[in-house]
């Protein structure tokens, strides 16, 4: 029997890793293979994940993040496979999906490479299952997003080859290194990945390297695989662009080195992405503020007008219209940040807080410096208009975005399960404990009966009748392959999916291709995730950051090392790091935050605390964080700061 290698290079994504591993078990219960999972140096545990769950599972454990190339190298040059499946952590593949496609290469002994029909988290089609050669023409068009406008052009979009059917089978140039079928002898042949390109790109340089030798690529439309995108680095950010952009010139120079062109325009492309991130993610940012300061502005113009024509005694100056409503304005909109009114859920208390403050930080300092002292009453209504318009915009926005006036979101979102009975008990718990806003409705079965909403062809009129937003889908009762087929066929609707995989304590899914995944389990509702936290805890770096250097003279003699005091003061306004964080080693799916200068357990005098007690430490921290808990760390620990 054949012998088959799967390599998943895995880089903290430890619930998807669980989750496809549980797949390539099934995929190849008829099959003699191996499965070998690298970890690239995670923090979540991952290789303890798999240590500990799927012991017949070889793992190479890095001690530092090598980059996907290496990895997979390191994998291939162990693997005894005649054949090599390069997959990643963040699929979920058909129960027959690697016997399909390895019958079809044994079958095609011209063909090197075979790849699959890809679909996201929602079931929408991943075009990038199927490419063309990213020539200089090819590449022009996509950059130019003529493919976008001719979808099914093998002219205009090539990059994609729109022109070919996706649920067939077709050769193609390129395969995405996401599920990608290779012979082992061809490998031998044309080497291995190149390991110039850390991440991205070096499947496309693989494909075009085994065309070279003579090769094919093959896509098989008919097999299907999620694949959720993102989860081991947030697309389409900045650092993403970067990243990105850096193994493309690499490309470009190895592969089209002698179009004159090519380069020159590819790298003033890559600044001109960089650029139109940066505007699209400041446009995000600052788009809510920037209306409402305009809307504001335009609205106390409009009552100081109006009270200077009628009842003041002389008219306002223009210093204090061109300047000081402004400024006004931009303390409010500040203080309102800070309260918390741009977090969501939204929540009126928080925009009175930000009022408030707000008016009283402004009437402070107009009764203490005569030159920007004027009217109270402009100051005292304006406070109220401020306050008025600012929730009116938000019921404007949900009404805009969701045609409905929750701008508080205290709806709970509606859960189905498709599942058992036995499956609903279990889902139900960790959606409880999990303490999102969230509500199990009830479970679809095959046939309907013993207490299901219905059977699988009443799905349709029980979302609608429920108003369900979510669909989750128990990979113990119902096959991944079944599963794939449900998410297409709801993938033209507004519902969001998650998969509740056997013997796990986790939900997970994938809503958008740009942002990392979202789970529901035990412990993924930190008070540490919350917005909020997350910025009180940097507004308190950056306040003792600031009240520690005008004491530096003083404090940096109480620490081991002065100079490292003041290394870590600046590292920490400096964004690199944090007063407080996670002790490295426990990071578990806790809550991403930056480097710690000082650990939740520093401040305790035993040096001997087992592991799975700094562990249960660190939970406790991010799990009811509160500013008090940095504070209470941080002076017990100034000895430390160096």
């Avoid at 309102?336 to 930080?361: C, H, M, Q, T």
């Avoid at 937003?469 to 297409?488: G, M, N, T, W």
């Avoid at 709801?490 to 809503?511: D, Q, V």
Wanted: with cysteine; proline share 2%.
């Amino acid at each position: 029997m054949t012998k088959l290698s799967v390599i998943i290079v895995s880089y903290n994504v430890k619930f998807f890793l669980e989750q496809c591993l549980r797949s390539c078990i099934k995929a190849t219960q008829n099959l003699e293979a191996e499965i070998i999972v690298v970890d690239n140096n995670s923090v979540d545990e991952s290789a303890e994940m798999v240590k500990e769950k799927f012991s017949n599972i070889k793992l190479i454990h890095n001690k530092v993040n090598v980059g996907f190339s290496k990895a997979n190298n390191q994998a291939i040059l162990k693997a005894k496979g005649d054949f090599i499946l390069l997959l990643n952590p963040d699929t979920l593949v058909e129960e027959d999906a690697f016997e399909k496609s390895l019958l079809f290469m044994k079958q095609q002994k011209e063909v090197g490479a075979v790849g699959v029909q890809m679909i996201d988290g929602k079931g929408v089609f991943l075009d990038e299952s199927k490419r063309g050669i990213p020539d200089f023409k090819t590449s022009l068009f996509k950059f130019l997003g003529l493919h976008k406008i001719f979808p099914k052009s093998k002219y205009f979009n090539h990059y994609y080859l729109g022109d070919l059917e996706k649920d067939k089978r077709h050769e193609v140039d390129i395969l995405v290194g996401a599920f990608m079928l290779l012979r082992k002898s061809v490998l031998d042949e044309v080497g291995l990945l190149d390991e110039q390109f850390f991440m991205y790109w070096e499947d496309t340089d693989l494909c075009m390297r085994i065309r070279e030798k003579g090769y094919k690529n093959y896509y098989l439309g008919d097999i299907k695989i999620i694949h959720y995108k993102g989860e081991s680095n947030k697309r389409h950010t900045l650092s993403f662009t970067i990243g990105f952009n850096k193994s493309m010139l690499a490309f470009v120079k190895k592969h089209f080195s002698k179009h004159l062109l090519f380069l020159p325009l590819i790298k003033l492309a890559t600044i001109v992405k960089a650029i139109m991130v940066l505007i699209r993610d400041f446009i995000k940012t600052f788009s809510l503020p920037i209306i409402d300061f305009t809307s504001i502005l335009f609205a106390l113009l409009l009552l100081t007008n109006y009270w200077g024509e009628n009842y003041a005694p002389y008219p306002f100056s223009e210093t204090f219209t061109k300047w000081l409503i402004p400024s006004y304005i931009t303390i409010w909109i500040v203080s309102l940040f800070f309260s918390g009114a741009y977090d969501k859920p939204f929540r009126i208390n928080r925009v009175a807080r930000g009022v408030i403050f707000g008016l009283l930080v402004i009437a402070t300092f107009s009764n203490f410096f005569n030159t920007i002292r004027f009217s109270r009453v402009i100051i005292i209504v304006g406070g109220v208009l401020v306050f008025t318009l600012f929730v009116t915009l938000r019921f404007l926005y949900r009404i805009l975005t969701h045609k409905d006036f929750d701008i508080a979101e205290k709806r709970a979102l509606n859960l189905l399960l498709v599942s058992k009975k036995s499956e609903f008990k279990r889902a139900e718990e960790i959606i409880t404990n999990s303490k999102h806003n969230t509500k199990l409705i009830g479970y679809l079965n095959e046939k309907g009966g013993n207490g299901a909403l219905g059977s699988f062809s009443d799905m349709d009129s029980i979302i609608k009748k429920h108003n369900i937003d979510e669909v989750v889908f128990a990979s113990s009762y119902i096959s991944f392959k079944e599963i794939i087929k449900h998410l297409i066929s709801l993938s033209a609707t507004s519902l969001n999916f998650k998969i509740l995989p056997e013997n796990s304590h986790f939900l997970i899914g994938s809503n958008s291709r740009e942002t990392l995944g979202d789970y529901y389990c035990p412990d993924s509702n930190w008070e540490l995730s919350k917005t909020s936290n997350k910025r009180n805890k940097r507004v308190l770096d950056i306040f003792l950051s600031f009240l520690f250097l005008i004491f530096a003279p003083i404090l940096m003699w109480y620490s081991s090392s002065p100079t490292q005091f003041l290394k870590n003061i600046i590292s920490i306004l400096r964004a690199e790091k944090t007063f407080v964080g996670f002790n490295k080693k426990y990071e578990s799916h806790f809550p991403n935050i930056r480097k710690g200068v000082l650990m939740p357990t520093s401040h305790l005098k035993s040096v001997n605390i087992d592991s799975k007690e700094v562990r249960n430490i660190n939970m406790r921290y991010a799990k009811d964080y509160s500013a008090r808990k940095d504070l209470f760390i941080i002076f017990k620990c100034l000895n430390q700061l160096g």
